[in-house]
């Protein structure tokens, strides 16, 4: 039996005019979608302690999928778990201006004869 996608799970709100559920998507840890109250601190502050409580449990599932007997299961948990770390294999390249401040420009686009 497939388990429902949790990405997918919709605001628990109801609107008092018409007494149907809010449609919008959930804030990432919470339960309402951040018309309902998602965007103030305190939900995100405990919606930010809810997934961090989730963070020890999570590696330590994958840490067990490492070690499985099915190869592609190991591979993915192993790709995963470099992604989260930042470990890709590429090089990355920062640029920055004067004192570390970021560089800004304009790229224009179109065959503009001004």
Known sequence: MAQPDPMARQCTATAKSTGKRCTQPLIHGGNVCRYHGGAAPQVIKKARERLADLV????????VLVD?????V???????ILDRNDITGKAK???SGPEGTPIRFTMKIGDDDD
Do not use: F, S, V
Request: no cysteine; proline share 4%.
């Open 56 to 63: 020890d449990p999570a590696i330590g599932r994958l840490r």
């Open 68 to 72: 499985t007997e099915d190869e592609r």
């Open 74 to 80: 190991a591979l993915a948990a192993a790709k995963d």
């Open 93 to 95: 390249r920062e640029i």
